[in-house]
């Protein structure tokens, strides 16, 4: 079976795309994972958390409205920094993997 040309054009066009992409976001994702983690079991020790499992909230319920909204705060600021680190980065590796 022959493929349309259009659609040989996109698979080459994202076997070419693999290898920066999986370099660009290892490091953003590994710091992110690292804040995330930290500052989700710092929030969850909040006294305003321990109050809402007490009054018999679920543990999801504790989370998802309480936690996780003060957890996203420090998330979102260093995703703009690594925002700035991602478009300087990506020359670097365009050069690396110009092929």
Not at 49 to 54: H, T
Request: with cysteine.
């Amino acid at each position: 079976m022959m493929w349309p040309r259009h659609f040989t054009m996109i698979v080459d066009r994202l076997h070419h795309f693999v290898l920066p992409v999986v370099t660009l976001s290892a490091s953003s994702f590994s710091r992110l994972d690292a804040l995330s983690t930290y500052q989700h079991g710092r929030d969850i020790q909040t006294r305003l958390c321990e109050d809402c499992k007490g009054k018999g909230l679920s543990g999801l319920t504790v989370i998802v409205k309480h936690a996780w909204h003060n957890s996203l705060i420090p998330i979102v600021t260093l995703l703009g920094f690594s925002l700035t680190n991602l478009i300087g980065g990506a020359y670097i590796v365009e050069v690396i993997f110009s092929y």
